[in-house]
């Protein structure tokens, strides 16, 4: 069975995961710590917060979440093996509060979000690199009327660094991006505009 990294801190630190097959691109502990020591400083990874994974693969993202203690995770992911994959990743971490769905990430995000456990907190993205579905997924994510998100959250997308992203989505903002060889890691956040706020006043 391929590798999917471990994680890297919190309750379950050092437990190796699975990866669902070779295509899976795991995060290296670096761009991990790098990623969720953001989350952490955001504030955003409590116990009464909801973490989502979306195109959720291994599930690594939403299980370091678990780990570094948010309260619950969702993890969407279409492929069927994946999802298993995900399960059997939750019990060799022993984290409680994840669900696993499998479903397409865009039919998902077009449905209420209260039933999924939304609004969410944090949220991390990585679809696979060739296909075109970051912009879309943004869209959905900051549109205020859909309500998947809570002001002041924090979405972090993985994507192939020559791939340039929107700076805004509806209600999200980028404000950080860090790049680890290939990979980059883009951050968004939800809610108010504090400067355009005050230049409207």
Same mark, same amino acid.
């Given at each position: ?29 670096? /761009?991990?710590?790098?990623?969720? %020591?953001?989350?952490? #400083?955001?504030? !955003?990874?409590? +116990?009464?917060? *909801?973490?989502?994974? =979306? ?55 077009? /449905?209420?979000?209260?039933?999924? %456990?939304?609004?969410? #907190?944090?949220? !991390?993205?990585? +679809?696979?690199? *060739?296909?075109?579905? =970051? ?67």
């Amino acid at each position: 069975m391929p590798d999917a990294g471990r994680v890297v801190s919190g309750s379950a630190k050092g437990v190796r995961l699975q990866a669902p097959g070779t295509r899976t691109r795991p995060l290296s502990d670096r /761009a991990k710590q790098a990623l969720f %020591g953001t989350l952490e #400083a955001e504030g !955003v990874l409590h +116990p009464d917060s *909801a973490f989502l994974d =979306l195109f959720a693969g291994s599930g690594a993202a939403g299980i370091e979440a678990l780990s570094r203690g948010a309260g619950r995770a969702v993890f969407v992911e279409h492929d069927r093996r994946a999802c298993e994959v995900i399960e059997a990743n939750l019990r060799r971490a022993a984290l409680p509060g994840g669900t696993v769905i499998r479903a397409d990430v865009q039919r998902f995000l077009e /449905a209420a979000p209260g039933a999924s %456990g939304g609004p969410f #907190a944090a949220c !991390v993205a990585d +679809p696979p690199y *060739a296909l075109p579905l =970051l912009a879309p997924t943004l869209d959905r994510l900051g549109d205020a009327q859909r309500g998947w998100l809570t002001d002041g959250a924090i979405v972090v997308t993985k994507h192939f660094w020559r791939d340039p992203l929107p700076p805004a989505a509806g209600e999200l903002d980028s404000y950080r991006e860090r790049r680890f060889g290939e990979t980059m890691l883009t951050f968004y956040r939800y809610g108010d505009r504090p400067e355009q706020a005050q230049e409207d006043s």
